[in-house]
């Protein structure tokens, strides 16, 4: 015995017939049968108190738990390698290209881990080793471009819920953000403006786009930046398209 069971020969085991371990058939399944979905989104900030701000105590969200200070070998290849060997191949200083020095520790990274109902939203601070931690701009610049139309572009959606008032909602979100400073948190129009007093002007009801044909039918939704100028959705859905959402779910959890 071996604490408390009983020690088996495993491969007795498999001579006998017996089936092979759970851990074993899992490891030759597809790859989509070896994950358990998304575990959370990253976003790199700019300024790490002022995200941490906004995703908790704007929109609500828990803290789970924060780390930094990380550097060292490991870690910088684990995160940094590929960008490393683009310059390499083109003859530029790594730093150049928004790559820090985490191997050195000229640089540091620290995160954050913020939880909603229904997912886990990272945030990433790269900064000087001197600079104390979540205080402060990052080590690299903000990208200019910040169109979603970009390639490589990301957003996070966040899932308003069916009994809330939605324009309404975006309203109180703009005010409360810039009651904050955070001036860069704006939600765009689904009419036409063409300068950002034309936009605050905007009646309440141009806050948000409802579908209302098509297979996406019930689905409403806008764009918004956030305080770091990182591309975030609002969306509400109802009536058909939520049907199709949780058909959806509903047919994944019974295959298994």
């Known amino acids: 015995m071996l604490a408390g069971m ?16 759970a851990s074993v058939a ?16 990253g976003v790199t900030v700019q300024n790490m108190n002022r995200a941490f701000e906004f995703y908790t105590e704007v929109l609500g969200g828990t803290e789970i738990f924060r780390d930094g200070d990380f550097q060292g070998e490991p870690i910088h290849n684990t995160l940094l390698t590929d960008q490393e060997i683009e310059a390499r191949e083109r003859h530029v200083n ?34 000087d080793a001197g600079q ?8 690299a610049e903000s990208r200019d471009h910040m169109s979603p139309a970009f390639p490589r572009s990301m957003h996070i959606c966040f899932y308003v819920r ?15 953000s810039a009651r904050r400073g955070m001036t860069q948190v704006r939600a765009n129009r689904v009419i036409t403006v063409t300068s950002e007093q034309q936009r ?30 990182e591309q975030l959705e609002f969306v509400k859905a109802l009536g058909p ?12 959890q019974q295959r298994g």
């Open 6 to 21: 009983a020690a088996t020969n495993p491969a007795a085991a498999n001579a006998q017939g017996a089936p092979r371990p």
């Open 26 to 41: 899992r490891d030759s399944a597809p790859l989509g049968a070896r994950l358990q979905g998304v575990q959370h989104f």
């Open 94 to 127: 790594p730093r150049t290209i928004g790559v820090p020095d985490l191997r050195g520790g000229t640089q540091r990274l620290d995160v954050r881990f913020v939880q909603f109902d229904n997912v886990v939203i990272e945030l990433l601070q790269y900064r």
């Open 132 to 139: 104390p931690s979540g205080s402060g701009d990052s080590f």
């Open 162 to 176: 069916d009994d809330v008032d939605f324009n309404k909602f975006i309203h109180d979100l703009e005010a409360e």
């Open 200 to 229: 605050r002007a905007a009646p309440m009801e141009a806050n948000t786009n409802r579908i209302t044909q098509g297979l996406s039918e019930g689905w409403e939704l806008i764009y918004c930046k956030g305080p770091e100028g």
């Open 241 to 252: 398209v939520k049907k199709r959402f949780s058909d959806a779910l509903a047919a994944r």
